[in-house]
């Protein structure tokens, strides 16, 4: 029986009364109630810090996968991959990344990031080496003494006798979520993706992504975000607000007819953007997420 991961994405700033780490607290809970797989923090110019966001989230869950987004010039990539390590040993390795590289040039400069054009993917790309590469790097002695083992030359970031030890190096790497549809940013994530997040209209550069991760060894599974509006019935989708403001409007089991036309597309990975999102993600863990455990999945 094919599964979907299912994930939501929380909020980082005030919705209308509710603000603060209370309203974060009781969206994640819903999720885990509801059995989601996970929840991801966005990179927002104006709203709270996502890693800090993150890590709250962590520690008022026990099985919820939360991913953090950010983009690859806010850190170096070593101090990101220890603050990450630390991060997956307090939560079980439930900490995940997904990298903004395709920020507005504005938010960028605004951030003190100029890096500009394709330049931005293969900075990302040694950010994510390298990450990986001090995280399995290990040290050794010599006779200069202790010394990390991982060594890296780039364009934008160099590191000499890298590497963490233990208890850095003991728990697993992050998973590495990434976006975007042009050719730079499947070839980012066929190099160095675990799952590559489409917006609806440009699912169909899945299959381009898949032949470009094979040639290279690799497979990335494939994922969807969609904003949504649910309900039971075309009664209560009538009466309530936001119905042309979303990807997709619909009754509970049009949601899911929808999802296993994904699946049969090979997704693996949905995430929801849903508003207000305490009583959204309650109906998605209440109402949509039984209806995906129907045996009709199965063979897909």
Same mark, same amino acid.
């Given at each position: 029986?094919?599964?979907?991961?299912?994930?939501?994405?929380?909020?980082?700033?005030?919705?209308?009364?509710?603000?603060?780490?209370?309203?974060?607290?009781?969206? &994640?809970?819903?999720?885990?109630?509801?059995?989601?797989?996970?929840?991801?923090?966005?990179?927002?110019?104006?709203?709270?810090? !996502?890693? !800090?966001?993150?890590?709250?989230?962590?520690?008022?869950?026990?099985?919820?996968?939360?991913?953090?987004?950010?983009?690859?010039?806010?850190?170096?990539?070593?101090?990101?991959?220890?603050?990450? =390590?630390?991060?997956?040993?307090?939560?079980?390795?439930?900490?995940?990344?997904?990298?903004?590289?395709?920020?507005?040039?504005?938010?960028?400069?605004?951030?003190?990031?100029?890096?500009?054009?394709?330049?931005?993917?293969?900075?990302?790309?040694?950010?994510?080496?390298?990450?990986?590469?001090?995280?399995?790097?290990?040290?050794?002695?010599?006779?200069?003494?202790?010394?990390?083992? #991982?060594?890296?030359?780039?364009?934008?970031?160099? &590191?000499?006798?890298?590497? #963490?030890?233990?208890?850095? !190096?003991?728990?697993?790497?992050?998973?590495?979520?990434?976006?975007?549809?042009?050719?730079?940013?499947?070839?980012?994530?066929?190099?160095?993706?675990?799952?590559?997040?489409?917006?609806?209209?440009?699912?169909?550069?899945?299959?381009?992504?898949?032949?470009?991760?094979?040639?290279?060894?690799?497979?990335?599974?494939?994922?969807?975000?969609?904003?949504?509006?649910?309900?039971?019935?075309?009664?209560?989708?009538?009466? =309530?607000?936001?119905?042309?403001?979303?990807?997709?409007?619909?009754?509970?089991?049009?949601?899911?007819?929808?999802?296993?036309?994904?699946?049969?597309?090979?997704?693996?990975? &949905?995430?929801?953007?849903?508003?207000?999102?305490?009583?959204?993600?309650?109906?998605?863990?209440?109402?949509?997420?039984?209806?995906?455990?129907?045996?009709?999945?199965?063979? &897909?």
């Amino acid at each position: 029986m094919t599964t979907l991961d299912i994930q939501v994405l929380l909020p980082t700033r005030a919705e209308g009364v509710r603000h603060g780490f209370g309203h974060l607290r009781e969206v &994640v809970r819903a999720a885990e109630l509801g059995t989601l797989s996970g929840a991801v923090v966005p990179f927002d110019p104006d709203g709270l810090e !996502s890693w !800090s966001v993150a890590a709250a989230a962590l520690r008022d869950t026990r099985w919820l996968r939360v991913a953090a987004e950010f983009h690859p010039g806010v850190s170096t990539p070593v101090y990101a991959a220890k603050v990450a =390590a630390s991060l997956q040993r307090f939560s079980g390795a439930r900490f995940a990344w997904r990298l903004a590289v395709d920020l507005d040039p504005a938010v960028a400069r605004a951030h003190g990031d100029f890096t500009v054009g394709d330049d931005r993917y293969l900075r990302a790309a040694e950010f994510l080496q390298i990450a990986r590469g001090v995280w399995g790097g290990g040290k050794a002695s010599g006779p200069g003494g202790v010394k990390g083992e #991982f060594t890296f030359e780039g364009k934008f970031f160099d &590191v000499l006798d890298g590497g #963490f030890a233990a208890p850095l !190096s003991l728990v697993p790497f992050p998973q590495v979520q990434l976006t975007g549809a042009s050719p730079a940013a499947l070839d980012l994530s066929a190099r160095h993706g675990d799952v590559h997040i489409f917006a609806p209209p440009t699912l169909a550069a899945a299959a381009q992504l898949t032949e470009l991760a094979t040639a290279h060894g690799r497979t990335v599974q494939l994922g969807v975000q969609l904003s949504v509006l649910l309900r039971e019935d075309a009664a209560e989708l009538a009466d =309530a607000p936001f119905r042309d403001e979303v990807d997709f409007a619909g009754t509970y089991a049009e949601a899911a007819d929808l999802l296993r036309a994904y699946a049969a597309q090979g997704v693996s990975t &949905v995430v929801f953007d849903a508003r207000p999102r305490i009583e959204e993600t309650y109906r998605v863990g209440e109402h949509l997420r039984p209806l995906l455990e129907n045996p009709v999945l199965e063979g &897909v």
